[in-house]
């Protein structure tokens, strides 16, 4: 993570079975080869597994789980994080790309509102397939920080129940990522399911930090596999839906959020992936966003109603 623009690695492995066949998500193995930034170069053995669920079933290229073994990275003195969630374009076409940049810029904004975020990493897959066809497969993608190095980062502690209420949360925070979900048009999620969200806390005697990922069915995004929330009567992935409650930090989140609107669209334009049409695109979506919030009256039609 915050190595460089982007991550150049090498993957060894049976990758076209790993594509053809994706439902079964039993282990492969393989090698993960790179470079760090003081050139040293390693060599690490890691088995890949697909993961997912809409994306397992929709895409042609299935998201990825690769695992380090453990010994390895100790004996070359790397960091015991011994899982990497991986991410890739669904299909092999420049519409795909320019989907999984979108979402990958979706993180680097959550960075900007939220100290409790997921990091991302660019990266270029370049895979060595050792099936019979002896072909060499080039594959943006992005990586993402996993929940033990998230937990050290940040000195705190998972919690897998589910059946959490918005009365659990840490108010704060709560507020960012509802207002940041509806900012990126994002229904996908759901606080008591733990759907598309992680918990964390420092102590069994604090209130829970709720960290979002998954953001490919988003309005920013816009893929165009995904489908509108049937449960809250959305008519496209692009209408904006609030799915958070209102507390006494709605406010001050406005404002953090509006004082951030500069920022948020100098990143959009600063983004070294995405297309000049792209870019546009997205700072068209984010403006109604930003009239609304600054609209008090605008703003109480919006929170009225609470979802979760």
């Known amino acids: 993570m ?12 049976d990758i076209m079975d790993l594509i053809d066949n994706k439902h ?9 080869n790179f470079t760090d930034s003081l050139g040293q170069k390693f060599s690490l053995p890691i088995r890949l597994e697909t993961r997912g669920k809409s994306r397992l079933v929709r895409c042609e290229v299935p998201p990825v789980m690769i695992y380090f073994d453990k010994q390895a990275l100790e ?11 991986v991410v890739v374009p669904c299909f092999k076409d420049a519409q795909a790309e320019d989907l999984l940049y979108r979402e990958l810029l979706v993180y680097k904004l959550y960075a900007l509102v939220s100290d409790f975020h997921f990091r991302v990493q660019a990266t270029e897959l370049i895979c060595m397939d050792t099936s019979m066809q002896d072909t060499t497969h080039i594959i943006p993608a ?33 507020q960012i990522t509802a207002l940041f979900q509806y900012m990126v048009g994002n229904t996908d999620w759901k606080i008591e399911h733990k759907h598309n969200l992680k918990y964390f806390r420092n102590d069994e005697d604090t209130p829970l930090v709720l960290v979002p990922y998954d953001f490919d069915f988003s309005g920013f995004v816009n893929a165009d596999y995904a489908k509108p929330n049937p449960d809250y009567r959305q008519r496209h ?15 001050k989140t406005i404002r953090h959020f509006i004082d951030k609107e500069t920022e948020i669209l100098q990143t959009i334009t600063d ?37 979760q």
Not at 75 to 85: A, F, G, H, N, S
Not at 143 to 152: L, P, Q, W
Not at 289 to 304: E, G, H, L, S, V
């Open 2 to 13: 915050d190595y460089e623009e982007i991550f150049p690695v090498t993957v060894t492995a």
């Open 24 to 32: 079964d998500q039993r282990e492969r193995s393989g090698l993960f």
């Open 75 to 85: 004996e070359q003195r790397i960091k015991d994080y011994p899982k990497l969630k």
């Open 142 to 174: 992005f990586f993402i920080e996993s929940d033990k190095e998230f937990r050290k980062r940040t000195d705190t502690e998972e919690l897998s129940e589910y059946s959490i209420t918005w009365e659990d949360l840490e108010s704060e925070q709560a």
């Open 237 to 251: 992935v692009r209408e904006r839906i609030y799915m958070g409650k209102k507390n006494e930090f709605l406010d």
């Open 271 to 307: 983004d070294p992936h995405l297309s000049a049409s792209s870019k546009e695109d997205l700072k068209k979506f984010l403006a109604p966003f930003f009239k609304k919030i600054k609209n008090k009256r605008a703003a109480r039609r919006i929170f009225r109603n609470f979802n």
